[in-house]
T-cell receptor
Framework: AQTVTQSQPEMSVQEAETVTLSCTYD???????LFWYKQPPSRQMILVIR??????QNATENRFSVNFQKAAKSFSLKISDSQLGDAAMYFC???????????FGKGTHLIIQP | NAGVTQTPKFQVLKTGQSMTLQCAQD?????MYWYRQDPGMGLRLIYY???????DKGEVPNGYNVSRLNKREFSLRLESAAPSQTSVYFC????????????FGSGTQLSVL
């Protein structure tokens, strides 16, 4: 079965600093997509960034970027210039599990210290 | 600009009661999904519908049924609720099964006593 592993249940960072959230995945597919979703206390799931596995270039969205290491099956999220509004649960997710839809990791709770 | 709309937002049931969670999307998406979120477990797929008229089981389908009423609507039914079904339920949609960028509803907090 498809698995997505987030090894950091909780991370803390000072406001304006940079933080990296880790994610590894396990898929036998050659064509797949990887995602990071943010879930603030409002409970809404918000797409942060999306990476297509066949693209070698790492995706970026403003202060958010990924380090995609296909051979290592690693997909980390870097948040630069952290802001108080970045405090949330962050979920890594992957396609390629046989069924449609995404397989999610268990999440990382990100705390921003003012 | 509604996106994915779920109702209700909160519900309390007694063990053995039944209920249906409603979901509708206005983005003309073909694929729709139901997930449940439990503390420390991430989101797990219950059922999905790749297109109108089709439904398939996900990772945790036991105790649930679904109906893809039309292209817009995808409902989740609990026939006989159990305390283990206490969870937050999310409906999501995507353009099609090849584009897995999911758009989520705001979730339903369900408690089964």
């Amino acid at each position: 079965a498809q698995t997505v592993t987030q090894s950091q249940p909780e991370m803390s960072v000072q406001e304006a600093e940079t933080v990296t959230l880790s994610c590894t995945y396990d898929t036998s597919e050659s064509d797949y997509y990887l995602f990071w979703y943010k879930q603030p206390p409002s409970r809404q799931m918000i797409l942060v960034i999306r990476q297509e596995a066949y693209k070698q270039q790492n995706a970026t969205e403003n202060r958010f970027s990924v380090n995609f290491q296909k051979a290592a099956k690693s997909f980390s999220l870097k948040i630069s210039d952290s802001q108080l509004g970045d405090a949330a649960m962050y979920f890594c997710a992957s396609t390629g599990g046989g069924a449609d839809g995404l397989t999610f990791g268990k999440g990382t709770h990100l705390i921003i210290q003012p | 600009n509604a996106g994915v709309t779920q109702t209700p937002k909160f519900q309390v049931l007694k063990t053995g009661q039944s209920m249906t969670l409603q979901c509708a999307q206005d983005m003309n998406h073909n694929s729709m999904y139901w997930y449940r979120q439990d503390p420390g477990m991430g989101l797990r797929l219950i059922y999905y519908s790749a297109s109108e008229g089709t439904t398939d089981k996900g990772e945790v389908p036991n105790g649930y049924n679904v109906s893809r009423l039309n292209k817009r609507e995808f409902s989740l039914r609990l026939e006989s609720a159990a305390p283990s079904q206490t969870s937050v339920y999310f409906c999501a949609s995507s353009l099609d099964r090849r584009d897995e960028k999911l758009f989520f509803g705001s979730g339903t907090q369900l408690s089964v006593l």
